[in-house]
């Protein structure tokens, strides 16, 4: 059974920076991918950036190449999102989720934590 807390969210100014943290409560971390997913007033989810650990795998989404850094902890029971260079378009809820690695759906998920760019 695998179990995701989200927290980090908040206010922020364009340009400024958040960084969100994902508790991850899983009986071995390093089967599964860990996701953090986005959704904005009136759109769809879509994936930013996904973490795997042992051995470290990462992906990100274009819109948050180069701002955006998806890490681990080395306990395994923590992922991080570090966002850089805010901008009113990532204003969303983010959600932590996961999928078993090399699965094709995430099938855990957080509950959300809100993220508001003020421009």
């Known amino acids: 059974q695998v179990q995701l807390v989200e927290s980090g969210g908040g206010l922020v100014q364009a340009g400024g920076s958040l960084r969100l943290s994902c508790a991850v409560s899983a009986h071995a971390p390093i089967l599964w991918t860990v996701g953090w997913f986005r959704q904005a007033p009136g759109k769809e989810r879509d994936l930013v950036a996904a973490f795997a650990w042992s051995p470290t795998a990462t992906y990100y989404a274009e819109s948050v190449k180069g701002r955006f850094t998806i890490s681990g902890n080395s306990a395994g029971n923590t992922v991080y999102l570090q966002m850089n260079n805010l901008k009113s378009g990532d204003t969303a809820v983010y959600y932590c989720?996961?999928?078993?690695?090399?699965?094709?759906?995430?099938?855990?998920w957080g509950q959300g934590t809100q993220v508001t760019v003020s421009s």
């Open positions: 989720a996961a999928k078993p690695r090399g699965g094709q759906e995430y099938t855990k």
